[in-house]
């Protein structure tokens, strides 16, 4: 219990007071909920929507809460303590700094700032960690982009702003210092950072090498981390500072002194840093300024941190030495280090978001939904498209690249916001496919190449590539991107129109149909774990690389439903290009497979989730475990298989009964309480853990659109408040992350700590959701011909507004509740319509009226 008394009063009230009632040690969340059988209800923070903030109010927060800074090629990520690191486009392969993953919650390796009274000699860290010494008035502001950090210690008032500029590959500190005593104050202020030695991985594990060759150069108080690059790289890091230095240090020994850790720093309690240069170990990052403060007066310091390249033949000045060249940098560094530059580029960055946020914003009766859709499921959006898998707090950046199943649907919720990069995007996915229409799983962000490690064989993948460019023609209406000459799996040559693309991932899946005629399932489908193929009994194998059996025999009802929907957008793609013999046999191949669904896929009162290698039935209730999946029923529904017949709506009534819970919507039931080898990672997890069970958000909205296609408003929207972060905020200390993103999973009720999330940030969560929200259940649809305007909401909502610009145009749209129905009358600028679809002006107005009546 040392440490107990002093960090006590970050505790939750509840929590600390019973723990000095009994002297134990505390722990928050989950385990507390468990022993006492309560859900605790606790805060961290409050959303301050005005300003499109999360204020956290209280650092021990569960687990770090983390914000994204950057939005273009240079990264941050950084946690309500200052923790964290940035990279440059690649967080495996390009690195600026360390960060030590395991230790969660305790997070460590970060931008820290360290001050100092020179009197006292006491030193604290304004934002908490790494000291971890008391403070007051600690607040962390997460905003668009943008981290302020800030607290009161020792009468002095401090805050940091992190952010990246629009443009530029470099993140910008500002720090502000204000002396709150009644007499004059004499401060050190002191920053850091370590670095890493680019290549993430090998940083972590190559240390015969790397204690090394480390390398730093120090000029005009500007340290420049230039690690191998006397060899082949050509890039380099930069630490800056506004002020006159009283110090420096690049040597990390010599910054923490031995034995010791970033907590107290040997340097920092001198008050002293030592000018070190370093030479291989661990180089750092340090800059020491001296400030003297008279009561009430503010200091502001600016630090900067960035990446830069030269040209290779340009590398060094003069040339011929081993000195960087630092001519085109200099400008760089010198603009941002002006105080006036970096507020202009902090504007410039919130008028960005501000832009970004504009293209939809809604107003109904439910303050969640508001603050989700308005701002912070459409900008987790955009931290998913640029991050796809690849770096959070719970994705190390040395595991993933870009998922090719994961970043089509990512489109789904950005789009909007982003065209000529969803574009881009598009087009190098499909680079990345193989030329018999399958895909590589993964593609590395730097080289754009299909990662081999991994490789592919994942049966859904191809269709996902048909789903994001279908949600991007709707979105623009740019019918040329059919059009670009595209290479299969980045070979020059074999470069066919992106339309082919499209054609070769439907085909994929016919040339491999099973015994039944439904998909089979190769490698797995969109759960990764239901690995039918794999029948690993190897400790520690990854079955997601593993050798597979050739796998004639076990087949994915997802992937057929996920076919039907793909084939109906593809034929839909095809026939407004008037192509319409293709468009036909689009809509015969999943006419067909519907049938086959229907016939073969049914279970009697759900859709069944998949055939085993042996022919065996998994999702049926014929099973002991795993009798109802969610994914076949969430899929084949929100296809609107079995929307005429009554199956769907059986079929989501038995998700009703058997999966949802007041957390969300479970994977499947019961769950597997052993490890079965025919299905593998799946019933690797325990129960209630991840595809095991877990509450997979990513899947819930299948569920919630399935509900909207049968007209079910108010149980489509009691699925998204489960699992709305926001509206789980009041219950932080169970939930235990970010109450502003999704979590990829919260676990299910099978699990000891039922309604815990896990996974924050970088999940489908984002997209799925905020296309269930905005498409389906407010029904501000995209379609290949305009606006759709068809909200299942609930029965109570006696109605809601919202802007949408769309292709140029600005959409009002007022909707209005006479009855309890779903059906809609539609008037545009005052004119009644027939159907629902609002088409693009043709008087050139850019603004539109639309009244919908509900009734
Ligand atoms: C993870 C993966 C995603 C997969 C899901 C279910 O979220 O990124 O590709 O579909 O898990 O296994
Ligand atoms: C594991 C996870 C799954 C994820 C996959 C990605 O299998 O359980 O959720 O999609 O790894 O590689």
Redesign the pocket.
């Known amino acids: 219990m040392a440490g107990f008394t002093k960090y006590n009063h970050f505790l939750p009230s509840k929590v600390r007071d019973r723990a000095l009632e009994n002297r134990l040690t505390v722990f928050t969340g989950p385990l507390e909920w468990r022993t006492t059988g309560k859900e605790l209800t606790m805060k961290f923070g409050y959303f301050d929507d005005q300003s499109r903030e999360y204020v956290i109010t209280q650092p021990d927060t569960p687990l770090p809460w983390i914000n994204y800074l950057g939005c273009e090629a240079y990264f941050g990520i950084i946690s309500n303590t200052a923790g964290g690191y940035s990279f440059y486009r690649d967080a495996r392969l390009r690195r600026l700094t360390r960060y030590r993953y395991n230790n969660v919650p305790f997070d460590f390796g970060g931008r820290y700032i360290y001050l100092r009274d020179q009197e006292s000699g006491k030193f604290w860290s304004p934002s908490w960690q790494p000291t971890r010494h008391e403070l007051t008035n600690y607040s962390c502001r997460h905003g668009m982009g943008y981290t302020s950090i800030g607290s009161t210690a020792n009468g002095i008032e401090a805050e940091t702003r992190y952010f990246v500029p629009l443009g530029e590959n470099l993140e910008i500190w500002q720090l502000t210092v204000t002396n709150r005593r009644d007499t004059p104050a004499k401060i050190n202020a002191f920053s850091s950072i370590e670095f890493c030695l680019w290549d993430a991985q090998d940083d972590a594990t190559n240390f015969q090498r790397n204690f090394n060759t480390g390398q730093v150069e120090v000029e005009d108080g500007v340290i420049y981390h230039k690690t191998e690059y006397r060899e082949r790289r050509n890039h380099f890091a930069y630490f800056a500072c506004s002020e006159k230095l009283a110090g420096f240090e690049t040597q990390r020994e010599s910054f923490l002194g031995r034995y010791r850790s970033w907590d107290s720093p040997a340097a920092v309690e001198a008050g002293q840093l030592g000018n070190s240069i370093a030479h291989g170990w661990s180089p750092m990052g340090a800059h020491q300024v001296n400030i003297e403060l008279e009561p009430g007066e503010t200091k502001q310091i600016v630090f900067l941190l960035g990446y830069h390249e030269n040209p290779v033949a340009e590398k060094f000045d003069p040339p011929g030495s081993q000195i960087i060249n630092k001519k085109t940098v200099k400008p760089v560094i010198a603009k941002y280090l002006d105080a006036k530059n970096a507020d202009a580029a902090f504007d410039e960055l919130r008028q960005y978001w501000q832009s970004l946020l504009g293209i939809f914003q809604v107003n109904s009766p439910d303050a969640h939904t508001n603050r989700m859709v308005n701002i912070w499921n459409a900008y987790q959006c955009m931290a998913t498209f640029n991050m796809s898998r690849s770096a959070s707090f719970y994705e190390s950046g040395i595991g ?1 690249g870009l998922g090719f199943r994961d970043s089509n649907q990512d489109l789904l919720g950005f789009v909007h916001m982003a065209p000529a990069r969803a574009r881009e995007r598009i087009l190098d996915l499909a680079a990345t496919q193989l030329p018999t229409g399958g895909a590589y799983h993964q593609y590395q962000p730097l080289t754009k190449r299909g990662n081999n490690d991994i490789g592919g064989g994942f049966n859904d993948d191809p269709h996902w590539h048909i789903i994001g460019v279908s949600a991007y023609l709707k979105e623009t209406g740019d019918w040329s991107i059919l059009h670009e000459p595209v290479q299969y799996d980045n070979e020059p040559g074999s470069e066919q129109p992106l339309y082919e693309h499209l054609q070769r991932s439907f085909n994929y899946t016919l040339s491999r149909l099973g015994p039944h005629g439904l998909p089979l399932i190769g490698r797995a489908d969109w759960n ?2 239901l690995n039918l193929n794999c029948f690993s009994d190897t400790p520690g194998q990854s ?2 690389t593993t050798t597979n059996k050739e796998g004639k025999v076990a087949e994915s009802v997802f992937i057929a439903g996920l076919f039907v929907h793909s084939g109906r957008e593809l034929a839909a793609i095809a026939s407004r290009c008037g192509l319409t013999e293709e468009a036909e046999k689009y809509l015969t191949e999943s006419a067909k497979m519907e049938s086959v669904i229907l016939e073969h896929g049914w279970d009697g009162a759900w859709f069944l989730r998949a055939y085993n290698d042996f022919g065996g039935k998994i999702g049926s209730k014929e099973c002991e475990e795993g009798k109802i999946f969610i994914e076949s029923n969430g899929y084949c529904t929100l296809a609107g298989i079995g929307l005429d017949d009554g199956k769907a709506a059986s079929a989501l009534a038995a998700v009703n009964e058997q999966l949802a819970t007041k957390h969300g919507i479970v994977v499947q039931q019961p769950a597997f309480t052993h490890y079965y080898i025919e299905m593998g ?1 799946i019933s690797s ?1 325990p129960p209630g853990y ?2 095991n069970a877990g509450i997979f958000c990513h899947v819930n909205p299948w569920i919630m659109i399935g509900e909207t296609r049968i007209g079910h408003g108010d149980l489509a929207h009691d699925y998204y408040s489960r699992i709305n972060p926001s509206a789980r905020e009041e219950i932080s200390d169970l939930h235990r992350c970010e109450p502003y993103v999704y979590a ?1 999973m919260i676990a299910g009720k099978d699990a000891p700590d039922f309604g815990e999330a896990k996974n924050s940030w970088l999940t489908g969560t984002a997209a799925w959701n905020y296309y269930a929200i905005v498409q389906w259940i407010l029904g501000i649809r995209t379609t290949l011909d305009g606006l759709q305007i068809n909200p299942v909401v609930p029965k109570n909502w006696p109605g809601f507004t919202a802007t949408r610009l769309y292709r140029g145009v600005t959409y009002n749209i007022t909707i209005e509740r006479q009855g309890e129905g779903n059906a809609i009358a539609l008037t545009v600028d005052g004119k009644l319509i027939e159907g629902n679809v609002v088409t693009p002006p043709t008087d050139g107005s850019k603004e539109v009226t639309v009244k919908g009546i509900l009734s």
């Open positions: 993933r990764d774990c079955f997601q990672e997890y991840k595809e990829q």
